[in-house]
Nanobody, 129 residues
Framework: QVLVTDSGGGSVQAGGSLRLTCTAS????????SAWFRQAPGKEREFVSA????????YYADSVKDRFTISRGLGKNTVHLQMNSLKPEDTAVYYC??????????????????????WGQGTQVTVSS
């Protein structure tokens, strides 16, 4: 089992930036399809962004398409989410999901929480206005 840790959240003003980091512990020399989801109070968990294990395919929710960038870190077990031009509606707990038990995917599969086997504990992002 892979332990997933997500971090980097915080409180920023509208228009500010944050960089989230997802690390899959004990996954050195392995890379996994990964994604970020978020959940605001009283709302359903929603897809934010995903990246294939190679890093050659990325996916974004329309709401963050031109503001967030997902990338793989220097280590293949690390994924980042650079969030720019943050808006109050981005306020949520952000969770990193990792597909440790890889299965072939089409685009829609990346957007489904059930695709991912292990999740981080969540990191709070708060955007004030």
């Amino acid at each position: 089992q892979v332990l997933v840790t997500d971090s980097g959240g915080g409180s920023v003003q509208a228009g500010g930036s944050l960089r989230l980091t997802c690390t899959a512990s004990e996954s050195t020399f392995r890379s996994y399809d990964s994604a970020w989801f978020r959940q605001a109070p009283g709302k359903e968990r929603e897809f934010v962004s995903a990246i294939s294990w190679r890093g050659d395919n990325t996916y974004y929710a329309d709401s963050v398409k031109d503001r967030f960038t997902i990338s793989r870190g220097l280590g293949k077990n690390t994924v980042h989410l650079q969030m720019n031009s943050l808006k109050p509606e981005d306020t949520a707990v952000y969770y990193c999901g990792v597909d440790v038990n890889f299965h072939p995917k089409v685009k829609s599969d990346y957007l489904r929480p059930a695709t991912y086997d292990d999740w981080g504990q969540g990191t709070q992002v708060t955007v004030s206005s």
